[in-house]
């Protein structure tokens, strides 16, 4: 009962550095998104997609791109790290109608220094 | 702006109390409202309130809405160390899709 898996679960960049934050799920849902936590905050909206080959941008979409080529697969990419995203990220999917309740990973906790 | 706000921000009880958590919002285009309880990791799903006045209830916890006066509450009675957790709300709607409360931080004491 894998459900939502993203890998790493924690990663330390330097600034100018890239990266992407993979992000699978197993039951077929299709859509899904990714978020941003900072401490002691809410959950941001970052992108989000409806369905393979189709992605919108969220709340906080500057300085991430994420691609939609398959149902289960929904990678994040950071192209030039700053410490302003240092964040931990949580991808998440659901059952359509979108916005449903969502199944989350477990996050990646990413620091840019 | 979309808005969701939490209330209060933290909160610490022993274990026993009953315990209400507050979220109010204004958002455009409302579709529902979602409690969601994150522990350590990844946030699960509690409650899905799409309708005013229908309480929905699960084991200790029940929660309403109220879709005039633009809340909901979440109640969690007989508290136990095990409900310590940060209470996130998330109203579907606006021009987002969703947007997230900042969360109540509850901690229950032995």
């Known amino acids: 009962n894998a459900g939502v898996t993203q890998t790493p679960k924690f990663r330390i960049l330097k600034i100018g550095q890239s990266m992407t934050l993979q992000c699978t799920q197993d039951m077929n849902h299709n859509y899904m998104y990714w978020y941003r936590q900072d401490p002691g905050m809410g959950l941001k909206l970052i992108y989000y997609?409806?369905?393979?080959?189709?992605?919108d941008k969220g709340e906080v979409p500057n300085g991430y791109n994420v691609s939609r080529s398959t149902t289960e697969d929904f990678p994040l990419r950071l192209e030039l790290a700053a410490p302003s995203q240092t964040s931990v990220y949580f991808c998440?999917?659901?059952?359509?109608?979108?916005?449903?309740?969502?199944?989350f990973g477990d996050g990646t906790r990413l620091s840019i220094l | 702006e979309d808005k969701v706000v939490q209330s209060p921000l933290s909160l610490v009880v022993h274990e026993g109390d009953t315990v209400t958590l507050n979220c109010s919002y204004e958002v455009t285009n409302f579709r529902s409202l979602l409690w969601y309880k994150q522990e350590k990791k990844a946030p699960t799903f509690l409650f899905m309130l799409?309708?005013?006045?229908i309480e929905k209830k699960s084991g200790r916890l029940s929660s309403i809405l109220d879709k005039k006066e633009l809340f909901s509450i979440l109640n969690i009675t007989a508290t136990q160390t095990g409900d310590s957790a940060v209470y996130l709300c998330?109203?579907?709607?606006?021009?987002?899709?969703?947007?997230f409360g900042k969360g109540t931080h509850l901690i229950i004491q032995p």
């Open positions: 998330a109203v579907v709607g606006g021009a987002d899709g969703l947007t």
């Open positions: 799409t309708s005013s006045g």
């Open positions: 998440a999917s659901s059952y359509e109608p979108g916005w449903q309740p969502q199944h």
């Open positions: 997609s409806v369905g393979a080959g189709i992605t």
